[in-house]
């Protein structure tokens, strides 16, 4: 089976980190968000193709290199498609049967029960669902047992039919391109899924972890899940004897710290933080911190250096930025 790995967006929401980078190569607990796409594929996937627009070359570059097990083919979209237009746009390398995921997901998902469950109903397209407490940010689905009888985006919460939201991971029998039309810009959920209800279009349920990593918000809750999954770690060759250390923390080799870290903090390679507070955050490789600061719910970009007594709040800083030593940051975005 054939995986698509819908990754064109611009990531404009975790700007300034994608001025430098695209969505895809952002480091979620210090590896390109990408691959935790990869660690959970069955050897039946033998084929990955990436449909992308901005920073297309960085991302064929990456695979060129990466050894990830599997044929990796990166197709260029040279105007954004939206979802089905990607899909659409890669129709030519699509052999059979084949899944689709969204790239700025992390979840638990079986690629091979819910392939089963596509095959089991027969059907032309299979959804995986999520269960949320708020489903008004996402796209939800009505069911009758299995059966998708309504497909709703982001809908006011009255309207919502269920809290079962559209988890960005499917899987389509060929027919489906039939479905999207060619050479613009289109919706998988507002212009292919309303025609796919009526064709048939089956919703597959799983259990374990899910988040979106698209935003600040989701990013940050993405890298708490992971952790807490069991990818919290402290490298050997990292100094945190003097550090106060509240688990789950990801800390790479060549760090130093010295103030309280955690939890749910990510310290990429060295990174050197003094008498400060560090939570909930993740700071990209050779961030330094001067003492005091206090860093939580913000990314941090690689050579970036936080001055003393510095307090950011919510806030991304870009590659190579110097904050100001007192200076007070909430909900900004800092680039050089």
Same mark, same amino acid.
């Given at each position: 089976?054939?995986?698509?790995?819908?990754?064109?967006?611009?990531?404009?929401?975790?700007?300034?980190?994608?001025?430098?980078?695209?969505?895809?190569?952002?480091?979620?607990?210090?590896?390109?968000?990408?691959?935790?796409?990869?660690?959970?594929?069955?050897?039946?996937?033998?084929?990955?193709?990436?449909?992308?627009?901005?920073?297309?070359?960085?991302?064929?570059?990456?695979?060129?290199?990466?050894?990830?097990?599997?044929?990796?083919?990166?197709?260029?979209?040279?105007?954004?498609?939206?979802?089905?237009?990607?899909?659409?746009?890669?129709? +030519?390398?699509?052999?059979?049967?084949?899944?689709?995921?969204? +790239?700025?997901?992390?979840?638990?998902?079986?690629?091979?029960?819910?392939?089963?469950?596509?095959?089991?109903?027969?059907?032309?397209?299979?959804?995986?669902?999520?269960?949320?407490?708020?489903?008004?940010?996402?796209?939800?689905?009505?069911?009758?047992?299995?059966?998708?009888?309504?497909?709703?985006?982001?809908?006011?919460?009255?309207?919502?039919?269920?809290?079962?939201?559209?988890?960005?991971?499917?899987?389509?029998?060929?027919?489906?391109?039939?479905?999207?039309?060619?050479?613009?810009?289109?919706?998988?959920?507002?212009?292919?899924?309303?025609?796919?209800?009526?064709?048939?279009?089956?919703?597959?349920?799983?259990?374990?972890?899910?988040?979106?990593?698209?935003?600040?918000?989701?990013?940050?809750?993405?890298?708490?899940?992971?952790?807490?999954?069991?990818?919290?770690?402290?490298?050997?060759?990292?100094?945190?004897?003097?550090?106060?250390?509240?688990?789950?923390?990801?800390?790479?080799?060549?760090?130093?710290?010295?103030?309280?870290?955690?939890?749910?903090?990510?310290?990429?390679? +060295?990174?050197?933080?003094?008498?400060?507070?560090?939570?909930?955050?993740?700071?990209?490789?050779?961030?330094?911190?001067?003492?005091?600061?206090?860093?939580?719910?913000?990314?941090?970009?690689?050579?970036?250096?936080?001055?003393?007594?510095?307090?950011?709040?919510?806030?991304?800083?870009?590659?190579?930025?110097?904050?100001?030593?007192?200076?007070?940051?909430?909900?900004?975005?800092?680039?050089?």
């Amino acid at each position: 089976m054939q995986l698509v790995i819908v990754a064109g967006g611009f990531g404009t929401r975790l700007r300034p980190l994608t001025l430098q980078r695209p969505k895809a190569l952002v480091p979620l607990l210090n590896r390109p968000q990408v691959l935790y796409l990869f660690d959970r594929l069955p050897d039946s996937v033998d084929h990955v193709i990436v449909a992308v627009n901005y920073g297309y070359a960085q991302l064929r570059d990456f695979f060129r290199s990466a050894d990830v097990g599997r044929n990796v083919t990166v197709v260029e979209e040279e105007t954004p498609l939206g979802t089905a237009g990607a899909l659409k746009n890669v129709e +030519g390398h699509i052999g059979g049967t084949f899944a689709a995921m969204n +790239g700025d997901v992390i979840d638990s998902l079986d690629l091979e029960a819910f392939h089963r469950f596509h095959r089991r109903h027969g059907t032309i397209a299979s959804l995986a669902v999520w269960r949320v407490d708020d489903p008004t940010g996402f796209g939800v689905v009505a069911l009758e047992g299995a059966r998708v009888t309504s497909f709703v985006e982001k809908p006011k919460r009255e309207d919502a039919p269920s809290n079962l939201v559209n988890a960005g991971r499917y899987i389509f029998e060929p027919e489906v391109l039939d479905f999207i039309p060619a050479g613009r810009e289109v919706s998988l959920e507002k212009e292919v899924f309303p025609k796919l209800v009526i064709e048939g279009l089956h919703a597959f349920r799983y259990s374990g972890f899910w988040s979106d990593a698209g935003t600040l918000s989701t990013f940050l809750h993405a890298q708490a899940v992971l952790l807490e999954a069991g990818r919290a770690h402290v490298a050997d060759d990292a100094d945190v004897a003097r550090a106060t250390v509240h688990a789950p923390v990801l800390v790479a080799g060549g760090c130093f710290v010295e103030g309280r870290l955690g939890p749910h903090a990510v310290l990429g390679p +060295g990174c050197r933080i003094g008498r400060a507070s560090v939570r909930d955050a993740a700071l990209l490789d050779h961030v330094s911190v001067d003492d005091k600061a206090e860093i939580s719910r913000s990314i941090i970009g690689a050579g970036a250096s936080i001055g003393e007594g510095a307090v950011l709040e919510d806030t991304i800083v870009g590659d190579g930025v110097h904050v100001a030593p007192h200076a007070r940051l909430v909900g900004a975005r800092v680039s050089g």
